[in-house]
């Protein structure tokens, strides 16, 4: 019999941290709900003190989902908990996740607290939580650099006071794979009440050892492993989800381990993720990119002729890559777009699916078959675009390879009023940049442009994902179109929306 180990994920909160990859509360209700279907066990919905916008992203988030624990991450402060708490009380299965160091170097120069004084912390705080929930998860950040003997000494009075599950952090990526596993079974024949407790582990990738660290503490002993999709997280990342899975699965006579994971939700998890942060997935990245099941050496592909067990030790459907779709054209009808958004996991109302039906239909004007990665996009434009400050009306360029200098021309409806403008530029994209500069009077630094077809095809709907940046703040705009000169002004654009929508929002928090 294998035993279970429980799957927490964190890509709403330690990935959202990544640089660039904010998520609008709409946006991460959407992703969590993928994550219920993933069929994770915990979902860290993210950090409710932090700010307000956190804190309504996780009550909506925990108000979205039933079958899944939905955690907030609180300082070991009672303030923080009560926060925390007050935005997930409402969720089926709630889970307050205190924090607290417990390395030399964190408690004396960031904390500048003594051993005791962390220790009494602690014991409040998972005290506290344990007042208001039975589920509490205490976190040693910074665990791998901490002193064995005084780590143990807190992980017993954490479960003393009411923790079910303590988690041992490599906040810094800093362990090696056998040293972190020697850590765990010390921990767990060290520390008296470890039998009352699910032990776990929260690897960060700096050394690129995040799903190795993550696998070596599971085989140990360690039930619990926290994971973000692709791997996003601080700095270089969190061990990701879909490796250290996929590695249980594909090894089962090793760990003799299960998880609840629908592998086969995996890859439309990471695609979404990916559309919805606007970083496409690199191609050579380990199960989900585009490479990973590609087979090119005539060897090779002579072997997987032969058998695809040769050179394939997964295949591309258990991760959900191949599967067969329905695809809607010119002549479906709105009850066919209500089954499909269904299917992909949308709750959308009846306007909602309406705005949408009226997008397919003018797309499929122009495209014979409309894909579920077409469908997705039209919903992530129409319905989860956050309110637009500028709005593109109409766009023509003026572009080829005869002497002349590219043109466009645009209308814009800025905070509700009509302002057009004819720009020049280098190329058709750079003249549409440059005239939706004029008019906006933003002219933000462009960090990066990258075009995708959605899907195959002379008629695929482009995709264009823009990161823009002024002075320290970045944001990032997702556009797509048939011609993908419109789809990148409406990423362009998408991105100083997203922009003024923080500004905003920064404004209103300073009042
Ligand atoms: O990396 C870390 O230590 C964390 C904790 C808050 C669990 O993210
Ligand atoms: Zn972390």
Redesign the pocket.
């Known amino acids: 019999m294998s035993e279970r180990v429980y799957i927490f994920d964190t890509t709403l909160r330690?990935g959202e941290q990544s640089p660039g990859a904010t998520m609008t509360p709409q946006e991460k209700v959407r992703m969590a709900r993928q994550l219920e279907t993933l069929g994770v066990d915990i979902i860290e919905a993210g950090f409710p003190a932090a700010s307000d916008g956190d804190f309504e992203s996780v009550r909506m988030i925990a108000a979205a989902v039933k079958n899944v624990q939905v955690a907030a991450?609180c300082r070991a402060l009672t303030t923080d908990i009560d926060r925390g708490f007050a935005a997930i009380k409402d969720a089926a299965h709630p889970r307050i996740h205190t924090?607290l160091a417990t390395s030399e170097l964190h408690m004396k120069h960031k904390l500048g607290k003594s051993p005791r004084e962390v220790m009494d912390m602690a014991r409040a705080a998972v005290s506290h939580a344990a007042s208001l929930t039975t589920n509490v998860e205490f976190?040693a950040?910074?665990a791998s650099r901490s002193e064995p003997e005084f780590l143990a000494a807190m992980c017993e009075l954490a479960i003393e006071a009411g923790a079910t599950t303590v988690?041992i952090?490599d906040?810094v990526g800093y362990a090696q794979p056998a040293e972190f596993a020697e850590l765990i079974r010390f921990l767990l024949g060290r520390v008296k009440n470890s039998a009352k407790a699910v032990f776990a582990v929260?690897c960060?990738n700096d050394l690129g050892l995040g799903a190795a660290n993550t696998l070596a503490a599971l085989a140990a002993g360690a039930r619990q492993a926290?994971v973000t999709l692709s791997g996003i997280g601080?700095r270089a990342g969190n061990a990701s989800l879909e490796q250290v899975v996929m590695a249980l699965r594909t090894r089962p006579t090793y760990y003799n381990l299960e998880t609840s994971v629908d592998s086969e939700q995996i890859y439309p998890s990471c695609r979404l993720l990916s559309r919805i942060i606007g970083m496409p997935i690199p191609p050579y990245q380990a199960i989900i990119g585009r490479n990973a099941f590609a087979h090119e050496s005539g060897i090779h592909q002579h072997g997987m002729l032969k058998d695809r067990r040769t050179y394939e030790i997964m295949t591309p459907q258990s991760i959900g890559r191949a599967g067969t779709e329905m695809v809607l054209g010119k002549h479906s009808g709105r009850h066919a777009l209500k089954s499909k958004v269904e299917q992909l996991n949308y709750r959308l109302t009846d306007e909602q699916i309406d705005l949408v039906f009226a997008a397919v239909k003018e797309l499929a004007d122009r495209k014979k078959q409309i894909y579920d990665d077409d469908v997705e996009s039209l919903i992530l434009e129409n319905v989860f675009r956050i309110p637009d400050k500028y709005r593109l009306k109409y766009l023509t360029v003026l572009a080829g390879n005869i002497e002349m200098s590219p043109s466009a021309n645009v209308l814009m409806e800025i905070d509700g009023k009509e302002a057009k403008v004819s720009s020049f530029g280098v190329g058709p994209v750079d003249a549409a940049f440059e005239a939706i500069s004029k008019l906006t009077g933003k002219k933000p630094e462009l960090e990066s442009y990258l075009v995708n077809a959605i899907t195959g095809g002379a008629d695929a709907q482009g995709e264009v994902t823009v990161r823009i940046r002024e002075g320290e703040k970045t944001s990032v705009g997702r556009g797509s179109h048939d011609d993908i000169i419109v789809a990148s002004a409406l990423a362009y654009i998408n991105a100083l929306n997203r922009m003024a929508k923080k500004e905003e929002e920064r404004e209103c928090a300073a009042l």
Do not use: A, G, R
């Open positions: 330690d991450l924090f976190s950040e910074d988690n952090p906040t929260h960060h926290e601080e």
